[in-house]
């Protein structure tokens, strides 16, 4: 049977031709609205910044993975898609170094004025006096917030201009610390008094929405530079253009709360406009060498589903489930002995919650390991001793 694939985004050409018995749809100019419609019979979607709604989600009636070619899922209706029992997955630390390498970019854009400076060239000026103010970044503090893959590729290389880099997170140990020579600050709120440049390497979550606000801001240096190359959500874009506007502080954003959907259109958010931001097309990602890498990644999510049904980089699997018990059957390894264990725990409404179901070497004997929502009473672990092919039965 031909699977369907449907590509919302552009990946490189070829994409999942080498993939057997699959249909291919390319079509990388669907939008949100048009996306639903598109996904009728495709059981595998692969997105890049297309949104998943849950509406699209609802639409789909064969869909059984969702590949975020890429790192996040903030534009997949994660709570939808595991509703309906559809897997999403993502393409974790493929992009690390071309964001790392946009933000030090945008660090160095900043400190020197490069695009003023080619403005004002191209506009026929000559304006060296003005241009010839910037501090350099050798003994600047960099402060990060959030240490994961990208974080970790930035103080690399902000440590090549000699940069003293600190860095604050959650998950952050003083070994991880140690090991990438940077200083372990305890709390957000130290890493924007004391920094030269904060950037920002954290995602988008109920927790981090609008974290660097009017009050993180106002710990900051004048005059220090701040860097966004994550989401636009993590900070409160009124609260930041206030403070650019008050020339306390400069930015360097790749993203916008309201950047078009699309690769191309009318871009009408008022930070880009401000003097003192510089701003990106949301490209951290978009480097050859990042896009080859997160496109093997992909196609090798799909090949290993179709194959095998083993989900890599899963998002959306329960970290925790209820589970009072493990029911161990050693059975006969017959056709329909595990479908009557089965319906004798649905008889007595018990949950399966995850099963594995081991064969011996020989093939005539095989263990399964239950995990159940409710403690099997004394009755039903007899009903389930006796039943045909059953060899012993235990509860864990």
Request: with cysteine; aromatic share 4%.
């Amino acid at each position: 049977m031909t699977t369907k694939i449907l590509l919302a985004d552009k990946l490189k050409d070829g994409a999942f031709s080498s993939l057997p018995d699959v249909e291919v749809l390319n079509r990388p100019e669907l939008t949100a609205e048009a996306l639903p419609e598109a996904l009728d019979g495709v059981k595998v979607l692969v997105v890049r910044s297309t949104k998943v709604t849950a509406e699209a989600i609802a639409r789909a009636n064969k869909l059984e993975l969702i590949v975020r070619a890429g790192s996040g899922v903030n534009n997949i209706d994660v709570e939808a898609a595991s509703s309906r029992g559809i897997f999403v997955t993502n393409c974790p630390g493929k992009n690390s170094v071309a964001v790392a390498e946009l933000a030090m970019g945008l660090i160095l854009a900043l400190d020197r004025r490069i695009p003023d400076n080619v403005a004002d060239l191209r506009a026929g000026r000559w304006a060296k006096g003005e241009y010839s103010k910037a501090k350099g970044l050798k003994g600047q503090r960099l402060g990060l917030v959030g240490f994961g893959n990208i974080g970790k590729e930035v103080a690399r290389r902000a440590q090549a201009f000699d940069m003293e880099v600190s860095a604050y997170a959650l998950d952050l140990t003083p070994a991880v610390a140690k090991a990438c020579n940077v200083r372990q600050v305890a709390t957000v709120e130290e890493i924007f008094r004391e920094s030269d440049v904060v950037s920002l390497h954290i995602p988008a979550t109920s927790q981090t929405k609008g974290l660097v606000g009017a009050d993180l801001i106002g710990l900051m240096r004048q005059g220090a530079l701040l860097i966004n190359t994550s989401r636009a959500q993590v900070m409160d874009s009124a609260a930041v253009m206030a403070a650019v506007e008050a020339k306390k502080i400069r930015v360097g954003t790749d993203v916008f709360a309201g950047e078009p959907e699309g690769k191309a259109g009318a871009f009408e958010d008022p930070m880009g406009a401000l003097p003192g931001v510089y701003g990106t097309h949301h490209i951290g990602a978009s480097t050859d060498q990042a896009q080859d890498e997160i496109a093997t990644c992909a196609i090798d999510i799909v090949r290993t589903y179709l194959e095998s049904g083993e989900v890599k980089f899963s998002v959306n699997l329960a970290r925790q489930t209820a589970v009072a018990g493990t029911v161990v059957v050693r059975h006969l390894d017959k056709v329909g002995v595990l479908a009557a264990v089965l319906g004798a725990l649905r008889s007595a409404e018990i949950n399966v919650e995850a099963m594995e179901n081991i064969i011996f070497e020989g093939g005539v004997a095989a263990c399964a390991r239950i995990q159940v929502s409710k403690r099997p009473s004394e009755a039903v672990m007899k009903e389930l001793e006796g039943l045909e092919h059953v060899i012993s039965t235990d509860l864990v």
